[in-house]
């Protein structure tokens, strides 16, 4: 029997999780775990992942000696030397979420065992034929949270252990009270240093019931407001085109913007947008003339979530063009 009386528990809205209708789903706790759960599932006895992707993936994976194999991308995203077996699964991901369902539905049809990475694509349809992965902090404000989709998603799922992630959730909290630096930066690192050395495991009851009471309408709304006025603003300098493969449907996770100027992200830092060029250790690894290192040096990744609006963006947009007068 449910427990009754005793103080009053933090009181959420429930009956919204966007992925709860869906037959065959697991619900984990990282997006990095549930890659490999959905590569499990596959059957496969090696991985194709590309160069450009966060190395917490390669190292979980690698943890759980898995194969791996890695392919290159040319200026549109598209794989380039990616020659899998019949026996070998492909990871695709949906970059920044300016991938459409469409997009990665095409690429998803060459290939036998494929997952769909759409960790930066919440809103992104399940590709069918595939096993699609969702992460759900990315998007909403919970201290870890991951979705499989696809068919036989639940396999396995009964032999990892629960999560619990109120221990280290704090920084939910301290945020609205302390900002994110200082306290709520101490509190997040605390969490992120959990989520880093944890095995897969079972989504926590608090981060699902977190889950089950978001507004993901509107957090849909907004981002993609944000986007078109930042598509608006940034036409004239970004090197890549960030609505090459977008449609009416695409919601993005950020702004991709990348300008060949190495004190811009300094600039923004200043500014207090928080944000940083992603997987650095790409630049460290992969020659200056791939792609990958290219867009590791330069990409920023400009906040456009559903937190803000118009002023906000105008203010970023701001910042990035005084940095570049100077």
């Known amino acids: 029997m449910k427990e009754i009386g005793s103080f009053i528990e933090l009181e959420l809205p429930n009956g919204k999780e966007l992925y709860a209708g869906d037959k065959d789903v697991a619900r984990l706790n990282t997006g990095r775990a549930a890659i490999w759960h959905a590569f499990r599932i596959t059957g496969a006895k090696t991985i194709w992942i590309p160069y450009y992707q966060c190395e917490t993936v390669r190292e979980f994976l690698l943890r759980k000696e898995c194969r791996i194999k890695y392919y290159h991308q040319d200026k549109?995203?598209?794989?380039?030397?990616?020659?899998?077996?019949?026996?070998?699964?492909?990871?695709?991901?949906?970059?920044?979420?300016?991938?459409?369902?469409?997009?990665?539905?095409?690429?998803?049809?060459?290939?036998?065992?494929?997952?769909?990475?759409?960790?930066?694509?919440?809103?992104?349809?399940?590709?069918?034929?595939?096993?699609?992965?969702?992460?759900?902090?990315?998007?909403?404000?919970?201290?870890?949270?991951?979705?499989?989709?696809?068919?036989?998603?639940?396999?396995?799922?009964?032999?990892?252990?629960?999560?619990?992630?109120?221990?280290?959730?704090?920084?939910?909290?301290?945020?609205?009270?302390?900002?994110?630096?200082?306290?709520?930066?101490?509190?997040?690192?605390?969490?992120?240093?959990?989520?880093?050395?944890?095995?897969?495991?079972?989504?926590?009851?608090?981060?699902?019931?977190?889950?089950?009471?978001?507004?993901?309408?509107?957090?849909?709304?907004?981002?993609?407001?944000?986007?078109?006025?930042?598509?608006?603003?940034?036409?004239?300098?970004?090197?890549?085109?960030?609505?090459?493969y977008l449609d009416e449907d695409t919601v993005p996770m950020v702004y991709p913007l990348v300008v060949e100027d190495n004190n811009l992200l300094g600039a923004l830092l200043a500014a207090k947008h928080f944000q940083g060029h992603w997987w650095k250790y790409i630049t460290e690894e992969l020659p200056e003339d791939t792609f990958e290192h290219w867009l590791s040096r330069y990409v920023i990744p400009i906040t456009i979530d559903h937190r803000y609006g118009e002023a906000e963006i105008r203010h970023i947009h701001t910042v990035v063009m005084n940095a570049l007068k100077h």
């Open 76 to 244: 549109n995203f598209n794989p380039t030397d990616l020659t899998p077996a019949e026996d070998e699964a492909v990871l695709l991901v949906n970059y920044y979420g300016i991938m459409s369902y469409e997009r990665m539905k095409t690429l998803a049809a060459d290939y036998k065992h494929v997952i769909t990475d759409n960790c930066q694509a919440f809103f992104c349809p399940p590709i069918p034929n595939a096993l699609t992965v969702y992460s759900a902090r990315k998007f909403v404000g919970v201290a870890d949270g991951a979705y499989v989709v696809g068919k036989n998603a639940h396999k396995y799922v009964e032999e990892y252990p629960q999560c619990y992630s109120s221990d280290t959730a704090a920084f939910l909290l301290k945020r609205i009270e302390y900002g994110c630096e200082g306290k709520g930066y101490e509190a997040r690192t605390i969490n992120e240093e959990r989520v880093d050395t944890e095995d897969i495991m079972k989504m926590s009851a608090l981060t699902r019931a977190m889950l089950d009471g978001a507004d993901y309408e509107y957090n849909k709304k907004r981002r993609e407001e944000n986007f078109q006025l930042s598509c608006e603003l940034y036409a004239g300098i970004n090197r890549i085109d960030p609505v090459l």
